[in-house]
């Protein structure tokens, strides 16, 4: 009769200074994330969702007042651009504002997409002041710049 072998035991002090590490990396990718997208003097981003659901990759950008006039969409060295252009509000003749709250400027979203997607089959949508930017999901392609068509969805 053999006795089973004991496996070593890691001593609580190494699984802690490998748990702070991990926790070192996490914040670290986050403050990335955080510096990534930060707006210019004069620019503003509007709020985004990223899901993926029936085998395509979406994503939602709240954009209200704009038209498609006014934004563009461009998928780019494996990341998805969305910009545009809030343009100022001007008070009507003999009118002033007393509050302005509601973001104006240009703005640029740059959202990384690791997952292989279909771009040429990839369509946005503008309705209800969202942006919705549907990405089919396909083997891997890589390389230029391509523009997305925006359509208005009467509402």
């Not at 009769?1 to 990718?29: C, D, G, H, W, Y």
């Not at 210019?40 to 704009?66: F, H, Q, T």
């Amino acid at each position: 009769m053999s006795l089973p072998k004991k496996l070593p035991v890691r001593a609580p002090l190494t699984e802690l200074v490998i748990l702070q590490r991990e926790v070192n990396q996490l914040f670290e990718r986050l403050a990335e994330l955080d510096r990534a997208d930060q707006p210019a003097a004069g620019e503003w981003l509007p709020s985004i969702d990223v899901y993926e659901c029936r085998g395509a990759l979406n994503v939602v950008a709240e954009v209200p007042g704009l038209n498609p006039d006014s934004l563009r969409v461009a998928f780019r060295d494996g990341s998805l651009v969305i910009s545009g252009d809030r343009r100022e509000r001007k008070a009507t003749p003999g009118a002033a504002f007393l509050c302005l709250e509601r973001p104006q400027g240009r703005f640029r979203r740059t959202v990384p997409i690791d997952i292989p997607v279909d771009v040429p089959r990839s369509e946005a949508v503008l309705s209800g002041g969202l942006l919705t930017v549907v990405l089919p999901r396909v083997k891997d392609r890589r390389g230029r710049e391509t523009l997305i068509p925006i359509r208005r969805e009467d509402e």
